[in-house]
């Protein structure tokens, strides 16, 4: 996916966007407190499923196991208000704002709803011309080639391994993305995607 970008192929404009879809596809478990083998024969049914083009079996499966995730955060939310209630009578204030904090609910891919549309669309501006006074006609010479020389593959695993931060669009963390890209178990995958990202970074440069 990330090569067809990089290679400026037709899916140019779509791939990136599917990359955020097909993360939280693939690494979604079966259940919460599913082991690493279950997981892992779930992630290998899900990339067979993408291969065959089946993607109406991967989204329904996707779709059943966050509505039992649903189900169990309805609980946990219960038990949270309990446990807030108890923390804040005892006095436990930071105990209690903490817990609040760490009570995220579901992750995963959302049902794109009529709701779930309206509150993308009132949290952007209309589309519309940039105002005349933003705008800078200058010109700006281009990047030269010789920067990217030294961006390969071993360089995005280094910094793979030293980034920290969210997860973001794609619900993966920065540590997840350092597993992947720099794990040894994952074989020659890793460093395919590893050049894969060299060459996504020069295309982006220039």
Do not use: Y
Not at 96 to 123: E, S
Not at 139 to 147: D, L, R
Request: proline share 4%.
């Amino acid at each position: 996916l990330v090569l067809l970008f990089a290679d400026q192929t037709a899916w140019r404009g779509l791939s990136l966007s599917v990359v955020h879809v097909f993360v939280p596809l693939m690494l979604q478990g079966p259940s919460m407190n599913s082991k690493a083998r279950t997981s892992a024969g779930f992630l290998a049914l899900g990339l067979a499923e993408w291969s065959e083009g089946d993607l109406q079996s991967l989204v329904d499966g996707a779709g059943e196991v966050r509505v039992r995730l649903s189900r169990l955060a309805k609980k946990k939310e219960t038990g949270c208000h309990v446990a807030f209630a108890g923390l804040m009578l005892v006095g436990r204030v930071g105990g209690a704002v903490g817990l609040i904090d760490g009570n995220g609910g579901v992750g995963g891919v959302h049902r794109l709803t009529r709701r779930v549309g309206t509150v993308l669309a009132c949290g952007r501006p209309d589309a519309g011309p940039a105002p005349r006074q933003l705008k800078m006609e200058i010109a700006t010479p281009g990047p030269q080639p010789v920067v990217f020389e030294g961006i390969d593959g071993r360089m995005v695993c280094g910094v793979a391994g030293d980034v920290h931060g969210s997860g973001g669009p794609t619900l993966l963390d920065a540590d997840g993305w350092g597993h992947i890209l720099c794990c040894g178990s994952c074989g020659g995958a890793s460093e395919r995607l590893c050049e894969s990202i060299t060459e996504l970074a020069g295309c982006i440069g220039t």
